[in-house]
């Protein structure tokens, strides 16, 4: 529950500042409160693995319990564009006229969608942990952080994968709104994630 109020808060904080700037400056406008309430779910994922990891040892693991106990966001962009065409009240969103359902409905998917995100990270980072457990090596949660997140955010690449996180919180908020207009493909970049925690050899990891 802690992780699910800190994706929540992180989800109405980026709407809020996305709200204000406007959406298409969303990446690059991503104001300090937004970015503080991103940069606290990590920890408290983070945390929450170390303290009580998931039972997941292998990528295939951490796919089984996503497909288990995983939601995905009630819509995407074919739905969005219906809502779009059929709406007949209008608001101002960042200097443009949006209508009002569309707001709402982003506005809602938006919080499943970083619910979706943190539950991802956590059982990833449990994984680290438990790698890292098997290796007899401590378990430390700064490494625990830019392993987990690193492999999130840049599946494809091995190298770094310890180096200190930069630009994080516009990259997740990005990705977790762009799977809501089904652009993201969350699923395969989770599973790219976890088959490369799984591969790497945590003793030449050096630690944080």
């Not at 904080?13 to 970015?35: I, K, M, N, Q, Y």
């Not at 606290?40 to 945390?47: E, F, P, S, W």
């Not at 949006?98 to 980072?125: M, N, Q």
């Amino acid at each position: 529950m802690p992780v699910r109020t800190a994706a929540d808060d992180a989800a109405h904080s980026v709407f809020d500042a996305w709200r204000e700037v406007g959406w298409w400056d969303r990446v690059r406008r991503l104001p300090a409160s937004a970015t503080d309430k991103i940069e606290q779910l990590l920890t408290g994922i983070v945390r929450a693995a170390v303290d009580d990891p998931y039972p997941v040892h292998s990528a295939d693991d951490v796919m089984d319990l996503l497909e288990r106990d995983g939601r995905p966001p009630a819509f995407g962009g074919a739905l969005l564009l219906a809502i779009v065409a059929r709406s007949r009240r209008m608001l101002r969103f960042g200097g443009r006229a949006v209508p009002v359902a569309v707001i709402a409905k982003f506005g809602t998917d938006l919080v499943t969608s970083f619910r979706l995100g943190a539950y991802e990270l956590e059982l990833l980072a449990s994984l680290v942990v438990h790698r890292l457990r098997d290796a007899g090596l401590p378990v430390d949660p700064l490494t625990v952080q830019r392993v987990t997140v690193n492999a999130y955010v840049r599946p494809g690449r091995e190298h770094g994968i310890a180096d200190k996180n930069v630009g994080v919180p516009p990259a997740l908020a990005a990705m977790w709104a762009g799977r809501i207009l089904a652009v993201e493909p969350a699923r395969g970049r989770l599973r790219k994630a976890a088959t490369l925690v799984e591969s790497l050899d945590l003793r030449a990891t050096p630690s944080a």
